[in-house]
């Protein structure tokens, strides 16, 4: 008889999930993981990522106060007092995480784990068989091969920074680097953001990406597109960055936040026979079963949807499976998701431009305005609501938005695209006014497709 019935390895959110929800369901269940519990999310994403977000966005509300007979002083930032508040709320979760754990009644071995074959998993402490196995080590930031990139820090050393850097270069164009780089500016430092391709939040619809870059650069950040690093070289005076159009930049800090890796490796995975794919990540099936069929997969591992809710899903879907006779594949279609940039984004279903890759007709409604917040403040803000609709069905197959609030509307917005709405459903849906979220619901005018636009 095996030591235990289900064995993971990885207590990220997707790993605890799975691990705390087969204990429920009566298994006997063991889970190892030897940084922090709660994974990249708790630790070194989402979460420390949003509450800065919080402090950032201060400085405009105090601007924008006085638009509103506020006279409130400027003040001072202290960024010590905000990573100091920031690390104790950390330490709550990992708590709470563990608590979890314990409490469903998982064995939790605080120390590194590899696979040692199908069913078995090596530990310093001791070697145990399992029936099944889950690994959920999550995602790694990548770094490119360039002269000096030690001298760079990662999303996993942002958040550990002991001062704000007066002068930050963000490279990268993806939702990690965008966030950042509003962080930064809002916390007063000089931000120039450096992004090698022709418009940042590649994969996004075109608009959202498009008026997101613009309010990036209203926001003062020193937005860059087409450039890129290919050096850096530490001299009295700051970091000294080569730019791919011959120029050079000095700043006192430079984050790359070009994109993450499956961490894969030196785990046992390939040794246990486990297929893994060019990119290093795990194969799996719909029901996030590898090669070996003890083994599973799930979460930026697996390098599906990199999300935490959908590592939440995806384990979920396996308890159910392995453990509730409900045989239930992990469902990745329509997956709402929303990025902290400055103003935010949300977003669900199909870009304009898959949309009509993919579908014989489609119909565009889109609307931009500036938030009625902003009416008062003076601030040239604007907000972009776009659905993207089936002509043959009038079902609603993609919903963006770009302008505050937007990851709060957005998950609304998605149980109905999930739904498979039409819009014929959201125009008979009576809006909640005064709110921008209603925009959602009363937009009646097609855009002219780009056709007959451009004549």
């Not at 369901?25 to 709660?38: F, P, Q």
Request: glycine residues 10%; negative net charge; charged residues 20%.
């Amino acid at each position: 008889m095996a030591d235990y019935d289900f064995f993971v390895i990885g207590a990220g959110s997707g790993g605890v999930r799975a691990a705390r929800m087969a204990a429920v369901a009566g298994a006997r269940v063991g889970i190892a993981e030897d940084g922090r519990l709660g994974g990249t999310c708790v630790n070194v994403g989402c979460v420390p990522k949003k509450l800065m977000v919080y402090a950032s966005h201060v400085s405009e509300e105090i601007e924008d106060a006085a638009g509103y007979g506020w006279q409130v002083p400027r003040g001072s930032f202290d960024w010590p007092t905000l990573i100091a508040n920031k690390d104790k709320e950390i330490s709550r979760l990992n708590d709470i995480y563990r608590s979890l754990l314990v409490n469903a009644g998982v064995d939790l071995f605080e120390e590194r784990a590899e696979l040692d074959g199908p069913n078995s998993v090596r530990m310093a402490s001791r070697t145990i068989s399992a029936e099944r196995i889950l690994v959920a080590t999550g995602g790694w930031p990548s770094l490119p091969d360039i002269p000096g990139i030690e001298l760079a820090i990662s999303s996993n050393e942002v958040f550990y920074l002991a001062e704000l850097p007066a002068r930050v270069a963000v490279v990268g164009g993806g939702y990690i680097a965008v966030e950042f780089a509003g962080i930064f500016n809002g916390l007063g430092a000089d931000v120039i953001q450096l992004y090698r391709g022709e418009q940042i939040l590649r994969g996004f619809d075109d608009d959202v990406r498009n008026v997101l870059a613009g309010e990036i650069l209203k926001k003062g950040i020193d937005l860059r597109v087409g450039t890129n690093v290919t050096a850096i070289d530490k001299q009295a005076d700051g970091l000294h960055l080569s730019l791919t159009d011959g120029s050079t930049i000095v700043v006192d800090q430079v984050m790359f936040a070009t994109g993450r890796h499956p961490r894969s490796g030196g785990i046992g995975l390939e040794e246990a026979g486990v297929e893994l794919n060019k990119k290093g990540a795990v194969v799996v099936d719909q029901f996030s079963q590898t090669s070996v069929p003890s083994i599973y997969a799930i979460g930026d591992l697996t390098d599906r949807i990199n999300l935490t809710p959908v590592a939440i899903m995806e384990a979920m879907a396996l308890v159910r499976t392995l453990f509730q006779g409900l045989p239930t594949p992990s469902d990745h279609d329509n997956v709402a998701s929303a990025v902290f940039s400055q103003p935010p984004v949300g977003s669900v279903g199909m870009t304009e431009a898959a949309a009509r890759q993919a579908l014989d007709g489609v119909d565009i409604y889109r609307s931009t305005f500036r938030p009625m917040k902003h009416t008062m403040t003076g601030r040239d803000e604007q907000t972009l609501m776009k659905l993207i609709v089936d002509a043959a069905t009038d079902r609603i197959v993609g919903a963006h938005m770009v302008g505050p609030d937007a990851g709060e509307i957005i998950q609304g917005i998605g149980i109905a695209v999930k739904m498979g709405a039409t819009k014929a459903q959201f125009d008979a849906t009576v809006g909640i006014h005064p709110t921008a979220a209603e925009e959602f619901v009363t937009m009646r005018d097609k855009v002219a497709p780009l056709a007959e636009a451009a004549e």
